[in-house]
């Protein structure tokens, strides 16, 4: 069992940043990477950052340049800079983690006011 706490989300003016903090518990020496997915309403669930235990990282198109992931050594916690924030940005985040199967936090809402 992997149990994620997320924090960090919040309202935010456009052009503005926002970092997000995802810290895993129980298992976590099973887990492969993290990384951070968001879901606005209407829309389906999308990969927004991902990191391996390795620090290979994957970035959704809409956000290279502009948000940042990275991870602790021990790949317990990761974080998911986001600078220039722009309203279409807003949606509920989600943590995820991947031991062979997907572990998801509850989620914290970024909003980005134009």
């Known amino acids: 069992q992997v149990q994620l706490v997320e924090s960090g989300g919040g309202l935010v003016q456009a052009g503005g940043s926002l970092r997000l903090s995802c810290t895993a518990s129980g298992s976590t020496f099973s887990i492969n990477g993290m990384g951070w997915y968001r879901q606005a309403p209407g829309n389906q669930r999308e990969l927004v950052a991902f990191i391996y235990r390795d620090g290979n990282t994957n970035y959704a198109d809409f956000v290279k340049g502009r948000f940042t992931i990275s991870k602790d050594n021990a790949l317990i916690t990761v974080y998911l800079q986001m600078n220039s924030l722009k309203p279409e940005d807003t949606a509920i985040y989600y943590c995820?983690?991947?031991?062979?199967?997907?572990?998801w936090g509850q989620g914290t809402q970024v909003t980005v006011s134009s």
């Open positions: 995820n983690a991947w031991s062979g199967r997907n572990w």
